[in-house]
T-cell receptor, first 115, second 113 residues
């Protein structure tokens, strides 16, 4: 079974631009979560989608948004990029049918650098 | 804010020795999980322990959970150079925003050959 695939793996943007990151979950997984990892703040939850609906959202500004498609693939978008948005963005998938979060399967991440 | 704090922040041991990492958290949990991350890569799930469990084993891994002290420990026995990585505990809360994990700050483990 193929794992979680994230694209692109690396990208460089300048302040004020926007970026879209993509995530393809493991086949059969309907839940996709996004996390931001930075040296200063560690791993922080962004949002979680299940069957095209956002079920949970972390404490991030509205510049961070996401969506999920009918095939469970997900995208996240960051608009008006700031230097502090430089981070490793991790996508994780799971079956998502349990009431509580179980094991998550992570992709390799998208490393965003904002200049 | 981070639910879990890990101790120590960094640990360096010789191959063959055991490594113990500790995690403390603040609120009631449904389960606690441990993940490993090699430098700049994604996280790999190691083990999940539910709030009604006290100890769990998986290969060379042993996890304990003390809900009265809101703490967990991860023991890696007979460590290998390939175990060099960052280790994170993550909690799923028992109420409220249950569909997310809250990660600790991580322990950087270095196993010297």
């Amino acid at each position: 079974k193929a794992g979680v695939t994230q694209t692109p793996r690396y990208l460089i943007k300048t302040r004020g631009q926007q970026v879209t990151l993509s995530c393809s979950p493991i086949s059969g997984h309907r839940s996709v979560s996004w996390y931001q990892q930075t040296p200063g703040q560690g791993l922080q939850f962004l949002f979680e989608y299940f069957s095209e609906t956002q079920r949970n959202k972390g404490n991030f500004p509205g510049r961070f948004s996401g969506r999920q498609f009918s095939n469970s693939r997900s995208e996240m978008n960051v608009s008006t990029l700031e230097l502090g948005d430089s981070a490793l963005y991790l996508c994780a998938s799971s079956l998502g049918t349990s009431g509580r979060t179980g094991e998550l399967f992570f992709g390799e991440g998208s490393r965003l650098t904002v200049l | 804010s981070q639910q879990g704090e890990e101790d120590p922040q960094a640990l360096s041991i010789q191959e063959g020795e055991n490594a113990t990492m500790n995690c403390s958290y603040k609120t009631s949990i449904n389960n606690l999980q441990w993940y490993r991350q090699n430098s700049g890569r994604g996280l790999v799930h190691l083990i999940l322990i539910r709030s009604n469990e006290r100890e769990k084993h998986s290969g060379r891994l042993r996890v304990t959970l003390d809900t009265s002290k809101k703490s967990s420990s991860l023991l890696i026995t007979a460590s290998r150079a390939a175990d060099t990585a960052s280790y994170f505990c993550a909690t799923a809360l028992s109420s409220g925003s249950a569909r997310q994990l809250t990660f600790g700050s991580g322990t950087q483990l270095t196993v010297l050959p």
